[in-house]
């Protein structure tokens, strides 16, 4: 099945500096890649998704790249805030309403 | 818009018990999905409804079930509990036309504790 494993695991930096999430997957069929961000005692928040026939998407400070022959995705935040701080986790599918295989998750504190 | 909905939020069970989550997910939402959180395990895929239909099965054992109600609630049902089912069940539901799915968006989960 699908591994997609997720790097680093923690993540910290300062207020206005940016972040960025890396993520490699292992199924080449998969075509849909979210990502989540929880904050302590809430469920997962899609903050963005890319699909495969798509390199890049930018949504105000956050960006998601995509790269399907290195089967690796990352996630950028720029001007990061306190208010970003949270875990964050990718995930890859072979559709966006089939059953979401996730990474580890990466704890990012912005102090 | 309500978003999904989960009941309830905290559980407290003893071994050896069963217990029942529910799930309401986002209005016109047609497909569930479950998953599990746990520290060790991160967010694993359990099952996936649509249209009262079990759609998608993860990798867990058959103590683990599911249902989908005619105006897409859900719940899932947890046998015979084990401590190691002590986790963060959470609730995601996709508006999904039957041909075109789209993104998950999630409950607040319901956390069960298994003493």
């Known amino acids: 099945g699908e591994n997609v494993e997720q790097h680093p695991s923690t993540l910290s930096v300062q207020e206005g500096d940016s972040a960025v999430i890396k993520c490699t997957y292992s199924d080449s069929a998969s075509n849909y890649f979210p990502w989540y961000k929880q904050e302590l005692g809430k469920g997962p928040q899609l903050i963005i998704d890319?699909?495969?026939?798509?390199g890049e998407k930018k949504d105000q400070r956050i960006a998601v790249t995509l790269n399907k022959t290195a089967k690796h995705f990352s996630l950028h935040i720029t001007e990061t805030q306190p208010e970003d701080s949270a875990v964050y986790f990718c995930a890859a599918s072979l559709n966006s309403g089939y059953a979401l295989n996730f990474g580890k998750g990466t704890s990012l504190l912005v102090t | 818009k309500a978003g999904v909905t989960q009941t309830p939020r905290y559980l407290i069970k003893t071994r050896g018990q069963q217990v029942t989550l529910s799930c309401s997910p986002i209005?016109?939402?047609?497909?569930v999905s479950w998953y599990q959180q746990t520290p060790g395990q991160g967010l694993q895929f359990l099952f996936e409804?649509?249209?009262?239909?079990?759609?998608n099965k993860g990798n867990f054992p058959g103590r683990f079930s599911g249902r989908q109600f005619s105006n897409s609630r859900s719940e899932m049902n947890v046998s015979t509990l084990e401590l190691g089912d002590s986790a963060l069940y959470l609730c995601?539901?996709?508006?999904?036309?039957?041909?075109?799915?789209?993104?998950?968006?999630f409950g607040p989960g319901t956390r069960l504790t298994v003493t």
């Open positions: 995601a539901s996709s508006l999904d036309t039957g041909g075109v799915s789209y993104e998950q968006y």
């Open positions: 409804y649509f249209s009262e239909t079990q759609r």
């Open positions: 890319i699909r495969s026939n798509v």
């Open positions: 209005s016109g939402h047609r497909s």
